[in-house]
């Protein structure tokens, strides 16, 4: 089995285990992440910013016949004593860390910030781990793994317990792709996008769509202005949403639909620009200087999603019967 770091530009740390782990299943990736919509809350001194409305873990199972299990525990040991079980049977698991605590990172005990990692095997008084994401791979003894757990917990477990997960085929599944509907899931991003996400448990206190993001703006303003210490969380969000449209743009591409894929990639590029002029703002500590720069980025961000939407909905108007050409 090959565990050398899955590298791709366009993953989080979670996800680029969990794509490095579909292609191991011999699961279709570029069919995975398709996902490209908008969600929006205001939580008053911060913003949550979600391009998903359907969760990735149920998007497997439903769609591709995959099950994405997962232990949940505040408790680091209890969740290590799973993690071993897991891996005597063979299987391998992403854990969310902090990566203050993980010693080969050129952040260690430098800088706090939530980071899952591949844990692929057992060593002398520890682990194997593949960092994908930082493309190591390589020992990490017990006592670390444990101390990047318990720190996750403490800074970050009120948004979410620590956790390990892993990837597994339903039983008798084995999904080619051969079955997937590609028009619905064009669809499901315009429907998304205009205002009405397809899931019915979404969070009824987020908005969604085109609508949510000039509203966005206004917020991303204020906290520029004041230079808030939630940017960093901010930009990261930003940058999901630049990598759905880029994924989304691979996946038009797939289907053979070159004019719709530019005009995603197009999106994704003002998001990942937007992004990177934030992060800029932050690093030199001058965000609030580049505030008319990144306002003047927005206008032609939230025009590309409007040209975009409305060319996907054409389409779509147009090719009522259209179904993936074989290949």
Known sequence: MNYAPYIHNYHNCTQIIVAAMLKRLGAPTELVWNQAGFGYKDEGDYVIVDPYYTPVRRQLADDHGIDWIEACSPEAGELAIQLDEWLALGRTAGVISDMYELPYHAYYRQAHDSHAVEVIGMAPGGYVVCDHYYQYVGPISRRDLLAAMESYQSRYGGYKDLHLFYLAWQAEQNCTGASFDHRRAIQRNVDAMQGRPPEADLDETM???????????????????????????????IKEVSFTRYHFHVFLGLCGLPELAGKALEASQHWQVMGNMVARGLLRKEAKSLRDRIEGRFARLLEAEADHTQTLAGWLLAHPDWSMPER
């Open 207 to 237: 908005r969604h769509g085109l609508p949510a993001i000039p509203v966005f703006g206004e917020k991303l303003m204020q906290l520029l202005e004041t230079e808030s210490e939630w940017l960093d969380l901010t930009h990261k969000m």
